[in-house]
């Protein structure tokens, strides 16, 4: 990936719905600031905020997930899940965890 196609993930995962605080706050920092101090705190929270396909099936499958969700959404969750993992997917589908792994993925473009 280039600079330019990782600031553009960047700016992906501030503006999706499913991305937390700490998160978008480091990748507002990164946005501003594109050094490595900045691209390394984002990569940190990354490491620990994107999720993966287990997780989120998990989450979904969980008496938490079924709160939070609703119980039908939960559902095709599961569901959803288990097919993209049957594909090989590793992350979680939501936005922010697509853009989050694309980024983490090419780290090395981030500096």
């Not at 990569?43 to 939070?68: C, F, P, Q, R, Y």
Request: hydrophobic share 40%; charged share 25%.
């Amino acid at each position: 990936m280039t600079k330019n196609e990782i600031i553009e993930k960047v700016k992906e995962l501030i503006a999706a719905p499913s991305c937390n605080a700490e998160v978008k706050s480091a990748a507002e920092a990164y946005l501003a600031k594109q050094d490595k101090t900045a691209a390394d705190a984002l990569i940190k929270v990354l490491e620990t905020h994107v999720n993966s396909i287990d997780e989120t099936i998990a989450l979904a499958n969980s008496d938490m997930g079924k709160n939070i969700f609703g119980a039908e959404q939960a559902a095709n969750m599961v569901k959803l899940g288990n097919e993209l993992k049957a594909k090989g997917e590793k992350y979680c589908f939501c936005p922010a965890s697509q853009a989050g792994s694309k980024i983490y993925e090419n780290k090395e473009a981030l500096a």
